[in-house]
């Protein structure tokens, strides 16, 4: 009797009861590539395309970030309410079990998992499937698809940077990460990269310097962080064989939550004095300063205790209230010196705890 494996079973029924789609398009040409325009049911977008996420697949295509939940439950509530989708989903179709079938107007193929990778529209797909789970209706909504067929990884960078560069915003440094297998010209990598890490200190809720980031063109004050400042403090962490890829982070999204953890736990140490004007590391100096200081000494402890929370940084530093580090302390001393002396300060307070290391690291 033979034998049939369970799992090429439940493959082969997924087969079986995937329905076959055919719909009308219209074919374009763009330099050298062609690619297909057509209207799809929003259950058959969800159903056929896959992200292929950059730094966690090594397949060809993979040019995608990380989902951001808040992201997707913001596109699902946009369209459980009625949201329009006029720009086109793009995708790269891959599969060869589940091959394209083409007349002159037509196309042709089963509603297969994973037979496309999203090129553009990761977390609207993302968003829109999880409307359709509270919602079925849903998946009758006509989206309208761009379908490329086989493209490379160097292919899918260069539409997905003529996309994210020239048509609508995105942190410029994943658009810069792309750069890399996507053309000749290298731009500062490190440079936008800590630009974006700044801007998100300066917008996100739970950041000590909400709306302290001075951008150009800003309004003289007293305080607050030049962004210029902001970015040369920031850059030798993630730079090539900077301090975070040293210890193999390299995402964006986890070197932005170990700065946030270090300045939220300064803040946890001031209380309600952060925000007094003479709070030293309201001013350049004092960001450099701590900048250095988790460069030169948290990294490297953090890392031995395989976690970067904000307990464990506080618990490391000895900041009493009678110790704090105010701007009165070093005014005069020019921007040197007066970095110079912070930077003293925190090495006087770091106490090094000892705790029982983990072997999955926390941020």
């Keep these: 009797m033979a034998h049939i494996s369970l799992h090429n079973a439940v493959i082969d029924l997924e087969k079986i009861l995937a329905r076959k789609v055919t719909a009308s398009f219209l074919e374009a040409r763009q330099g ?17 395309s896959y992200a292929a996420t950059r730094g966690q697949s090594d397949e060809e295509g993979a040019v995608q970030r990380v989902l951001n939940q808040a992201r997707i439950n913001s596109v699902k509530a946009f369209t459980l309410q009625g949201g329009d989708y006029p720009n086109a989903i793009v995708l790269n179709w891959v599969s060869s079990a589940n091959k394209l079938e083409r007349t002159k107007t037509s196309v042709s193929f089963r509603t297969e998992v994973d037979s496309a990778q999203i090129i553009d529209g990761q977390h609207r797909v993302a968003g829109i ?54 053309s000749e010209g290298i731009v500062d990598q490190a440079a936008v990269r800590a630009r974006d890490i700044a801007m998100f200190l300066n917008t996100d809720d739970e950041s000590p310097y909400k709306d302290d980031i001075k951008l150009p063109g800003a309004p003289t004050r007293r305080g607050g962080i030049p962004l210029s400042s902001a970015v040369t403090a920031i850059k030798p962490l993630v730079e090539d064989s900077g301090a975070f890829e040293q210890i193999g982070i390299k995402e964006l999204e986890i070197q932005r939550q170990v700065i946030l953890n270090w300045f939220r736990a300064l803040q946890t ?51 009493d209230p009678d110790k704090l580090i105010f701007q009165a302390e070093v005014k005069g001393q020019g921007g040197a010196g007066a970095q110079r002396q912070i930077h003293d300060r925190l090495i006087a307070a770091f106490k090094p ?3 029982k290391t983990k072997t999955k690291f926390q941020f």
């Design 32 to 48: 050298a590539r062609k690619f297909m325009l057509l209207k799809l049911p929003a259950s058959v977008v969800t159903t056929i």
């Design 129 to 182: 499937k999880a409307a359709i789970e509270e919602e079925p209706a849903i998946g009758k909504l006509e989206l309208p698809v761009v379908i490329y067929q086989n493209l490379s990884t160097k292919e899918c960078a260069d539409i997905f940077l003529s996309i994210n560069t020239e048509q609508k915003p995105v942190p410029r440094s994943l658009v810069f990460d792309l750069y890399g297998i996507a």
């Design 269 to 319: 140490k001031y209380g309600a004095d952060w925000d007094d004007k003479g709070n030293a590391f309201l001013y350049a100096s004092g960001f450099l300063a701590a900048m250095d200081f988790l460069k030169l000494q948290l990294i490297p402890y953090c890392n031995i205790q395989t976690s970067f929370t904000v307990p464990t940084i506080t618990a490391a530093l000895e900041l």
């Design 353 to 355: 705890a000892r705790v």
